[in-house]
């Protein structure tokens, strides 16, 4: 005798497959005859042996409709698919089911792949029988999150990227993606003087970055939130004017320098009384060396501040002496006075652009052997007198000498550019030079 399945009018044909599948799921597929081979196929009759999609493998049909054996039905064992087709003088109905139940269920393990810049991708598909709801927590884009882990690594966050619904009448899949936040890629622009700017696009979640933000804008990427952050740094990949005290680069240049000229005073007569012409006293002033302006090797450093003002170290920056911008140059007074009234000698001379060694002369001349005394000035006489005559060049010297010293030749600061919050950072450039190469005659320059 035939064994009937779900009908007496479907007759099994062989042995039912079964295959299993992941996550404690199965397959059925139950092949069967009709008892009319002729007629069932009719429109009229095909009630009778195609069973209604997503019921169960235990469920009678409702025409002549037949319970399952002890032990023959599957747990939630719901039909699929169902169709018939004439193999030789059989009329063969096929019905597939599978495990569906009324929860969610994973149809296999996730899908994993690592293509966004190392960053996780997990697709997930799940299985329920038609209709059953969405669970709440796998909905909301962006939010919803899994911890996913491979073997015994530890756990990644990965958040809800897109989620898409195939819904049948036996069945509802429920397929999940998710992305791990993180970095989705990084690009740098080389700019001017040491600075790059450093662009990192973040997915979720706005992750660490160096150096003061410029711009910041969101987006969207496969339906995740994407967060783009620009930073200026150094060519080393340090924050942009982090202290303002460390240059970003540096680079030779050749300065123009103006060397100071060179005169010097001195009484070029003996003021000792007993000596031959004792009695005369010459101030003379000379210019030994004129002044000159020369190239000269020095190094200019640039740095990034939020400070605006020129600070004092910025003169003293890289061992120099000060900054190199004479204000005062070198003077002489001279004065000379005999004790008799109307007798006396007084000039200035201001020697622009010079600077002396020389030091400020006093000294007093008598008159001996009935000679007069005699003060000259640049060997020209200005005083005669019987008396005694006191005189005196005060020499103002100027700056100092320049040669074997590092000096600051000029401190710039100009804004660069605002930060997102609305800061200023400035550029401050320092220019040093070397230390300054003595002056060489018949030569072209110091670096000859």
Not at 136 to 164: M, N, P, W
Not at 211 to 218: H, N
Not at 224 to 234: A, F, H, N
Request: charged residues 20%.
């Amino acid at each position: 005798m035939s064994i009937s399945h779900r009908t007496n009018r479907l007759k099994l044909v062989g042995t039912p497959e079964v295959e299993q599948l992941q996550n404690g799921r199965y397959e059925l597929t139950v092949n069967c005859t009709t008892i009319n081979r002729r007629e069932d196929w009719y429109s009229a009759n095909k009630s009778r042996i195609f069973p209604d999609f997503g019921s169960l493998q235990s469920a009678e049909m409702s025409i002549d409709g037949l319970a399952p054996r002890t032990g023959e039905a599957y747990a939630d064992m719901r039909l699929i698919s169902v169709q018939s087709s004439a193999q030789g003088d059989l009329y063969i109905v096929t019905l597939v089911y599978q495990t569906i139940g009324a929860t969610f269920v994973q149809v296999k393990n996730d899908d994993v792949d690592l293509e966004l810049n190392g960053l996780r991708r997990v697709r997930r598909t799940s299985i329920a029988q038609a209709g059953t709801d969405i669970p709440t927590d796998d909905k909301d884009i962006g939010v919803d999150f899994i911890d996913h882990q491979i073997d015994a690594e530890t756990a990644v966050r990965c958040f809800l990227s897109s989620y898409k619904i195939d819904d049948t009448d036996s069945y509802r899949e429920f397929e999940r993606t998710y992305i791990q936040a993180g970095t989705l890629s990084v690009s740098t622009k080389n700019l001017a003087e040491g600075v790059k700017q450093v662009t990192t696009e973040f997915l979720v979640t706005e992750g660490t970055t160096v150096g003061p933000v410029t711009a910041r804008s969101t987006q969207d990427f496969q339906g995740l939130k994407t967060i783009s952050v620009t930073t200026m740094q150094d060519k080393d990949g340090n924050a942009l004017g982090a202290d303002g005290a460390t240059p970003v680069h540096d680079f030779e240049v050749f300065s123009d320098f103006s060397y100071p000229g060179l005169f010097t005073v001195a009484n070029t007569f003996t003021t000792t009384p007993t000596a031959p012409f004792g009695r005369v006293a010459n101030i003379a002033i000379e210019l030994t060396k004129a002044p000159v302006q020369s190239k000269v090797k020095s190094t200019v450093y640039v740095f990034f501040t939020t400070t605006s003002t020129i600070e004092s170290t910025d003169y003293k920056y890289d061992s120099a002496s000060g900054l190199w911008s004479p204000n005062d140059w070198g003077s002489v007074q001279v004065t000379a006075e005999s004790a008799i009234p109307g007798t006396s000698f007084n000039v200035s001379k201001a020697l622009r652009g010079y600077r002396s060694a020389s030091s400020s002369i006093t000294g007093t001349i008598d008159a001996t052997f009935g000679l007069l005394a005699e003060f000259r000035y640049q060997d020209n006489t200005r005083l005669s007198s019987a008396n005694p005559i006191t005189f005196e060049a005060a020499v103002n010297p100027g700056p100092s000498t320049p040669v074997a010293s590092k000096w600051v030749l000029d401190v710039q600061i100009t804004p660069a550019f605002d930060d997102v919050n609305g800061n200023t950072y400035y550029k401050k450039t320092i220019i040093v030079t070397d230390a300054i190469p003595a002056q060489e005659s018949s030569s072209g320059g110091p670096y000859d």
